[in-house]
């Protein structure tokens, strides 16, 4: 079936250490895209992809990296420099072509820093 | 800046009836699209409905209805005979004009449903 895959589930960080969000889809779509949901709120664009080896920052990129090495992956790192990482991280993709353009979504990662 | 506001953090609604979600935008652009998805309790976004700024008619899609008014920038999600599976928050979100090949979604913050038996 195809579809978004996210992991882990739920991540637990310590303060000042990186982690990595994976986010892997087998949909053959070009645009790939990563938001973080806070409670109560809705979604906020960290980063994108249209293509292998190009992204970018989306709204509030700081304290962020990803990487497009693979047209399947979008993988993200929350570094120590992002401030108040707690938070749902949601990956998307879609295709470019074509009228309706829906997102389809991943599961999401819930990150909780202790 | 274009922007999209919910003003209903949460509503209920008894099973079997109709709901309406509400939604407006502002947008400069003349080309544009809306789009309704369903966050159940699981995290998961799903996809509900597609309304493009120049359809001439509402999009329709199974139990929802968007109600789509142009002029007042507005496009409201109707769920017909609500069932208890539709409590979930639903988030209303428009794509900016289709530019460098990418597709960028602006969401709004939600409203909760809550259907009740």
């Known amino acids: 079936d195809g579809g978004i895959t996210q992991s882990p589930k739920y991540l637990f960080r310590k303060e000042g250490q990186n982690v990595t969000l994976s986010c892997e889809q087998n949909?053959?779509?070009?645009?790939m895209y990563w938001y973080r949901q806070d409670p109560g709120q809705g979604l906020r664009l960290i980063y994108y992809s249209q293509i292998v080896n190009d992204f970018q920052k989306g709204d509030i990129a700081e304290g962020y990296s990803v990487s497009r090495e693979k047209k399947e992956s979008f993988p993200l790192t929350v570094t120590s420099a992002q401030k108040n990482p707690t938070a749902f991280y949601l990956c998307?993709?879609?295709?470019?072509?074509?009228?309706?353009?829906?997102?389809?979504f991943g599961p999401g990662t819930r990150l909780t820093v202790l | 800046a274009q922007k999209i506001t919910q003003t209903q953090p949460g509503m209920f609604v008894q099973e079997k009836e109709a709901v309406t979600l509400d939604c407006t935008y502002d947008t400069s652009d003349q080309s544009y699209g809306l789009f309704w998805y369903k966050q159940p309790s699981s995290g998961e976004m799903i996809f509900l409905i597609y309304q493009g700024s120049y359809d001439e008619q509402n999009a329709t899609e199974g139990r929802y209805s968007l109600n789509f008014q142009k002029a007042r920038k507005s496009a409201n999600l109707v769920i017909s005979a609500s069932q208890l599976g539709d409590s979930a928050m639903y988030f209303c979100a428009m794509r900016e004009p289709f530019s460098g090949g990418y597709n960028k979604l602006i969401f709004g913050a939600g409203t909760r449903l809550a259907v009740h038996p």
């Open positions: 949909l053959n779509h070009d645009a």
């Open positions: 998307a993709s879609t295709v470019l072509a074509g009228g309706n353009n829906e997102q389809f």
